[in-house]
């Protein structure tokens, strides 16, 4: 049980700093102390690989369906990062603010969801919930 515990927090942690870092990524808001998207890009690119080798050979360990649940997190994430780097490559290096808009409007409305579901299982897997 120890093991699963520790599989699904770390999964979890995993999905969710690629999550913040696609999410800094498209942001149509930019922090003066935040590094610059070029970076975003960079750490984005190195958290979808950093996940998906964690993940990948481990996910037998849940239940189809939860595996299935994470795999649209993660999709929907990948949409948006793809997003990104189409906008960059038709606007000669610089995102189109359109492009940054509708990628983080995904994120905003279509991610919070999956994560609530995702979070449920989760619970019931680890038996804090019936």
Known sequence: MCERVDFVAETYARLRTLHYRVKKLVSIFEDVNDPSRSEWH???RE???EFREYFEPRQIF????????????RRML????????RSVSEHQGSPGIAALALAFDDIRRKIPPL????????????????
Not at 78 to 85: C, G, I, L, N, R
Not at 115 to 130: I, N, P, S, T
Request: proline share 2%; charged share 30%; aromatic share 12%.
């Open 78 to 85: 990948s949409t948006a990062f793809e997003k990104y780097e």
């Open 42 to 44: 960079n750490s984005a």
């Open 115 to 130: 994560y609530k579901a995702l979070e449920a299982e989760f619970r019931k897997l680890l038996g804090l919930v019936d």
């Open 62 to 73: 849940l239940p189809e369906e939860t595996v299935e649940q994470i795999h649209d997190v």
């Open 47 to 49: 958290a979808f690989v």
